[in-house]
């Protein structure tokens, strides 16, 4: 027999998970990189950057590359190469509104656990279209340290009134994977930008292929019985 879940609430990453913004985000950055002659290794670098909050990153950057390296300029080429891409709209990942309509229905409580700044947090749900569905937004606004810490989570949890250990975490990268599963919650992981290590494999409940898979589990292990 399938074993029961006793999950109170959802709790949500946001970029690379419920939106199709990593991939945004980092062919901004290689772009941003490559024209200020920094392209040698900027993808492997950038793809050690998914999941991380956005001073994380500018301090690999700059330990990568010295001292003297133009952070502000790459800044502002990375913001207008974001910006450009994302003047269509942002789209959803695969079974996104599944998902959220799934968990609306059995009246489960839900948050979003972002390393993205408050303000980017409101920009890209708005853009996204799914703003409205989320009461509890957490972000890297509401914390001092950003993931892979577990201090985000263990916010989200207590501000829905559980335990963490009673919460679901759906994160894409192994970044969120580690901050969700140091805080206690029950961790799956959709990879996005990077596959999972071994370590962040273990470190989860199950790894699956998209969010409709992920309602799908949480429904065969009893998560919405009341």
């Keep these: 027999m399938t074993a029961r879940w006793n999950v109170g609430a959802v709790l949500l990453d946001m970029d690379g998970t419920l939106l199709d913004t990593e991939k945004i985000y980092f062919e901004s950055l290689v772009a941003a990189l490559d024209a200020h002659g920094y392209g040698d290794d900027a993808t492997t670098l950038c793809h050690a950057m998914v999941g991380l909050p956005g001073p994380a990153c500018e301090a690999m950057l700059v330990d990568r590359y010295g ?15 974001r910006d450009r891409f994302m003047e269509a709209g942002l789209p959803l990942k695969p079974g996104t509104l599944e998902l959220l309509d799934g968990l609306a229905a059995a009246d489960c409580p839900m948050a979003i656990v972002t390393s993205s700044s408050r303000r980017n947090a409101e920009r890209n749900l708005s853009l996204a279209g799914i703003r409205a569905r989320f009461d509890t937004v957490l972000t890297l606004d509401d914390v001092t340290r950003g993931k892979p810490s577990p201090d985000l989570y263990l916010l989200a949890a207590a501000r829905l009134g559980h335990a963490p250990e009673a919460c679901v975490a759906v994160e894409d990268s192994n970044h969120g994977v580690a901050a969700s599963h140091a805080a206690g919650a029950i ?7 990077t596959p999972p290590t071994d370590e ?9 292929p998209d969010l409709g898979a992920v309602l799908a589990m949480l429904r065969e292990h009893g998560a919405f019985d009341r």
């Excluded at 961790?187 to 930008?193: E, K, S």
């Excluded at 962040?200 to 699956?208: K, S, W």
């Design 67 to 81: 001292a003297r390296f133009p952070l502000a300029e790459i800044n502002r080429a990375y913001i207008a190469n």
């Design 187 to 193: 961790t799956i992981m959709v990879p996005d930008m």
């Design 200 to 208: 962040a494999r273990a470190r989860c409940a199950a790894v699956l």
